[in-house]
């Protein structure tokens, strides 16, 4: 005995916007239904297309719909397929006139193939409840009237936004080159075209202009169709800055860049971390750009571009402090060591009597609380015993060198050019502290941890 075949319907329903996006397109609904349809062994009798319809329009006005309904009335449907429940409704007040007046009299069910729905349960009709005020309010605020709005000023060269892409200003609602902008913007395209680096031709183009756009700017003109002329479907959208295949070259320029930065493995910045302003002492950020000739890391302070009064507004390479910092291993280090090794011996051959003078100061103070002494006497004693205490050196002074001697006596030095970039970078980070730059030099000496 065979099962009785189910009849189904599926009930598709797509916005002129909502056609444009990756998921919800009319064919990505009509696939997701028939797969369903397939794998549950239904049969898939017909389906009803409302196309260019937005979730506000009432139901009576969505003609596939209604045909649909009217095959529920004749008997003709067993099970309703949606991908969503969106799909067909977006209110609690439509969904159940249609289940009473439509479904339930004939006994029809329905499924939405993307979603877990159960009609048969309390918990079920709870959730569909749910999702349907939701999906109402969703509806109320409306990104898909909004997407239909902004795509029919595109059609008609209308920038839908409020502030223009830099290099435009909008005229009359289009957008025109900004007379001000317009070089910045043509050199920032020269720039990267030539030498390939987003980053490069964004510093080159705050040097050269005074200005400091962020690192983001540079994003948006390397991804912004626009600067090609084109704007969503429409084709010449807006004057352009760069051809089409001149944009795809900075694209698959931009991502090899991004690939260098984004992986910390890949390029990691030997001192991060460990650079500090000498003027408005935050830490130095590290760049890296990407040249025919090799990949250059720089430090900066960030402070300094952003008009928030540090002065330290050159950048340092990287090779600079590099070479320092292994001369001053090579030459001052052993130095420093001795001078340290002094320092604490002296310090530590100094008895600390600062716990023993507290001690007395308390039994002062007792004396003083229990009238054996008036207030004269009591100060006298206490700024006696102050007097008296002997204090280490701070620690400062008196650091532990062994680390540092290891650094000498092991040769590590000799095996320095052999090291990864990622073994260099732990390698400073084994003892060095912090290192002080300001305006592209080092004020030295370093500090050791
Ligand atoms: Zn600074």
């Known amino acids: 005995m065979s099962a009785p075949v189910v009849r189904a319907a599926g009930y598709i329903r797509v916005s002129t916007a909502e056609q444009a996006l990756r998921g919800l397109s009319l064919e990505a609904q009509e696939a997701e239904i028939r797969r369903w349809a397939a794998e549950h062994h239904v049969r898939l009798e017909n ?13 009576h006005r969505r003609a596939a719909f209604m045909q649909m309904m009217q095959a529920v009335d004749a008997g003709q449907i067993d099970l309703i397929l949606v991908m969503r429940l969106d799909r067909w409704f977006r209110n609690v007040y439509d969904y159940h006139k249609m289940m009473n007046e439509h479904l339930i009299p004939h006994g029809v069910n329905w499924c939405a193939v993307k979603e877990d729905y159960d009609t048969t349960t309390t918990n079920g009709r709870l959730m569909i409840n749910l999702r349907l005020s939701i999906a109402e309010q969703e509806c109320d605020t409306d990104a898909d009237r909004i997407r239909d709005v902004q795509q029919n000023m595109v059609a008609k060269g209308r920038w839908p936004f409020g502030a223009a892409p830099l290099g435009y200003r909008i005229e009359e609602k289009r ?4 007379p001000q902008t317009q070089p910045q913007v043509e050199f920032f395209f020269r720039h990267m075209l030539a030498n390939g680096s987003l980053r490069g031709a964004l510093f080159a183009m705050n040097d050269r202009f005074g200005t400091s756009y962020e690192y983001r700017r ?3 003109l390397s991804r912004k169709s626009v600067y090609y002329g084109v704007y969503g479907e429409n084709q010449s959208f807006c004057p352009a800055y760069i051809t089409l295949e001149e944009h795809q070259r900075i694209r698959s320029l931009a991502e090899k860049n991004v690939r260098v930065w984004s992986s910390p493995t890949a390029w990691p910045h030997l001192f991060s971390g460990l650079l ?3 003027d408005c002492h935050r830490r130095l950020n590290a760049q890296t750009i990407r040249r025919p000739s090799g990949v ?19 950048s340092i390479s990287e090779k600079v402090i590099e070479e320092y910092l292994l001369n001053y291993v090579r030459e001052d280090l052993a130095q420093y060591i001795v001078q340290m090794e002094v320092s604490r011996k002296k310090a530590a051959a100094l008895p600390d009597n600062t716990a023993k003078i507290r001690a007395k100061q308390e039994r002062v103070k007792t004396l003083f609380i229990n ?12 700024q006696e015993l102050e007097g008296q205490i002997i204090r280490r050196p701070p620690s400062e002074k008196t650091k532990d060198v062994s680390k540092l001697k290891q650094l000498l006596e092991d040769g590590a030095l000799k095996m320095y050019p052999t090291l990864t970039r990622e073994e260099k970078r732990a390698f400073w980070r084994g003892f060095l502290k912090e290192l002080h730059i300001y305006r592209g030099t080092i004020q030295g000496p370093p500090i050791f941890l």
């Open 296 to 314: 250059y890391t720089t430090y900066r302070c960030s402070h300094s571009t952003d008009n928030h009064g540090c002065a330290n507004n050159r």
């Open 276 to 278: 500090i302003c000498d």
């Open 218 to 220: 540079a994003q948006d």
């Open 47 to 59: 389906i009803y297309v409302d196309k260019g319809i937005t979730a506000r329009k009432q139901l």
């Open 175 to 178: 957008l025109v080159k900004d």
């Open 371 to 382: 009238n054996f002494i008036d207030l004269e006497e009591y100060k006298r004693r206490i």
